[in-house]
């Protein structure tokens, strides 16, 4: 139920993520979502992508700070209210987000968000006590 | 091991007595053969021949590395060119070099306390002594290099440089003793890692390094990492070149200076008075045997102390505490002095980060800011934001608890802060002079 993320370091500066991007796409890895969390001088580039151990060491051998991290991916309906309802679920249980993202599927009409979590286990346990689809790996790499 | 038992472990009686009866001499050679000292002397009042104690020593004013500027290239030397047989000079970073000169038995008398620093260091015959010292006009290079092969070890003169290579002969060669700068070594380290070598694993026993400050904590790291016993050695061109002083393996605390050849002086850096035994000041030396270019009263802008306490080893020549920086390397912030070592120390207290940083000191309006790059790896980097932001709080932290200076952290991706094959530099002064 766990989803493999990587995390990358970046400079704010010129030309990083486009580096990132570059080799990856070299190594014809596929990015299936990303977000970029950012200060005044770096940013965290977070990734899930079709193959994270390629995208990993290639990361690395690359000179990056890389590392990989377990997020839940969720999946609700597309429609108004669809994150609320899941917010919900987690502010009663107590369940603390460290940050979160989102993106939409191309044909099922579904949002799929991505939560990373202080307590992962505890998160996955509640979300499906309140039969929340909660999407695999393999599930999620291959959308 | 000691190379020569004799004048190493002289006792003190008999080491002052022939410090006193040396500085006699050299007091009457320089007033006799250097128009600057001559009337140096005559400034301050001061005969030759009233010299004759240690005590007296304090009488002679200072020389500066001014004073070698201004006598550029050879008013300084007190031997005519045809008794020269080699020249050196200083990098010179700003304005002409300080340019120094060596007899034939300048030579021997630095080839002798190279060979006293190696022994003194656990090197011996039969060590593979692998030498990234530049060669050149810095004395490095070929001060080590002497050393070493009077010791009867087999030197390779790499000078410093494609680091690739000098992983390759490292290896192959069974290099056993490494000379060069401590950061160059981390360096070394880090190069092997990228190749798949294990610097560890190789046969590398003891690393000489010196060159540049650094601290206890950077000779942990470099123990830890290059698999080395990391020795501090002290030398500068205006006083010999490397040599001038070493720690010993059995102590590793505190350089042996080559008492029966220099004199060494504590002063306070303002006032130029002797502080007394013990206390920290700059270091201010006297040459005792050169005669190519000898150097009475040279202020080394070094910050030290003198450890007098008998050493472990059985050396008489009293220590000198590790270097504490360059006053020429001290940052005035905000009007507080800051040492590059001391940020270096309190980076290396923290576990996981690197030890290669660098200080971008800069002036917005009337204020110095202070800014220090640190890279981020594996052991520092998280995924959250916060985690970062409080890593670069506790830095930004303990600085101001050590300096009580505010400075900004910012961290940089691996890799990204240069690294230096010979002297790192560790400092980026954007105010206007």
Not at chain 2, 91 to 109: A, C, E, L
Request: with cysteine; glycine share 8%; net charge negative.
């Amino acid at each position: 139920m766990k989803v493999q993320q990587i995390s990358i370091f970046i400079e704010n500066k010129s030309g990083r993520l486009a580096e990132v991007a570059r080799v990856l796409g070299e190594k014809n890895v596929n990015i299936r979502a990303l977000s970029l969390a950012d200060t005044s001088d770096f940013g965290i580039l977070r990734l899930l992508v079709d193959d994270t151990d390629v995208a990993l060491e290639t990361l690395k051998g690359s000179g990056f700070t890389v590392n990989k991290t377990e997020v839940v991916a969720v999946e609700v309906p597309d429609q108004p209210g669809g994150l609320c309802r899941i917010l919900q679920v987690l502010d009663e249980a107590k369940i603390n987000v460290e940050y979160m993202y989102a993106f939409v599927e191309r044909n099922a009409g579904n949002a799929v968000i991505i939560f990373r979590f202080d307590d992962i286990d505890n998160a996955i346990t509640t979300l499906q006590g309140k039969n929340v689809s909660i999407l695999t790996g393999e599930k999620l790499y291959s959308l | 091991m000691i190379w020569n038992d004799e004048f190493e472990t002289l006792p003190r009686e008999a080491l002052e007595s022939l410090q006193a009866k040396r500085l006699q001499r050299v007091a009457e050679k320089v007033y006799a053969t250097v128009p600057f000292y001559r009337q140096q002397f005559d400034k301050a009042g001061i005969k030759p021949e009233k010299i004759r104690t240690l005590d007296d020593l304090q009488r002679l004013p200072f020389t500066l590395k001014q004073d070698m500027r201004d006598n550029y290239p050879y008013g300084l030397f007190a031997k005519p060119l045809d008794q020269i047989v080699r020249i050196h000079a200083s990098s010179g970073t700003t304005g002409k070099p300080t340019v120094v000169g060596y007899t034939r038995r300048d030579i021997k008398n630095w080839t002798e306390m190279m060979a006293r620093s190696f022994v003194a260091a656990g090197a011996h015959r039969g060590d593979v002594i692998h030498n990234a010292y530049g060669y050149g006009l810095f004395t490095g290079g070929l001060g080590a290099h002497y050393g070493a092969e009077k010791i009867g070890a087999s030197v390779i003169p790499m000078s410093g440089g494609n680091t690739k290579k000098q992983l390759m002969i490292m290896q192959d060669f069974g290099s056993t003793v490494l000379t060069c700068t401590p950061s160059y070594s981390l360096y070394l380290a880090e190069a092997a890692a990228e190749e798949g070598i294990d610097i560890r694993q190789l046969k590398l026993r003891v690393g000489i390094l010196g060159a540049e400050p650094w601290t206890e904590k950077m000779r942990n790291e470099i123990e830890t990492k290059v698999g080395i016993k990391a020795i501090d050695i002290y030398g500068l061109s205006e006083i010999l070149g490397p040599g001038v002083g070493i720690e010993c393996i059995e102590a590793q605390a505190g350089l042996h200076i080559w008492e029966d050849h220099f004199i060494p002086e504590i002063i306070n850096p303002d006032t130029g008075d002797v502080l007394p035994e013990g206390e920290q000041g700059e270091l201010v030396i006297t040459t005792i045997t050169k005669e190519g270019i000898p150097m009475i009263r040279y202020r080394t802008r070094d910050i030290t102390r003198i450890i007098a306490e008998p050493c472990i080893c059985g050396r008489t020549h009293r220590r000198l505490e590790r270097m504490c920086g360059r006053s020429d390397d001290m940052l005035i912030i905000r009007g507080v002095n800051v040492f590059p070592s001391q940020i270096e120390s309190v980076l290396m207290d923290i576990e996981g980060v690197e030890p290669h940083y660098q200080l971008i000191v800069e002036r917005e309006g009337t204020m110095d800011t202070l800014e220090v790059q640190v890279e981020v790896n594996e052991k520092t980097f998280s995924d959250e934001i916060k985690v970062l932001q409080t890593l670069s709080r506790r830095i930004e932290k303990e600085i101001k608890d050590l300096l009580g200076i505010n400075c900004r952290i910012r961290l940089v991706e691996p890799k990204t802060i240069a690294r230096s094959e010979g002297k790192a530099q560790r400092v980026i002064d954007n105010r206007p002079k």
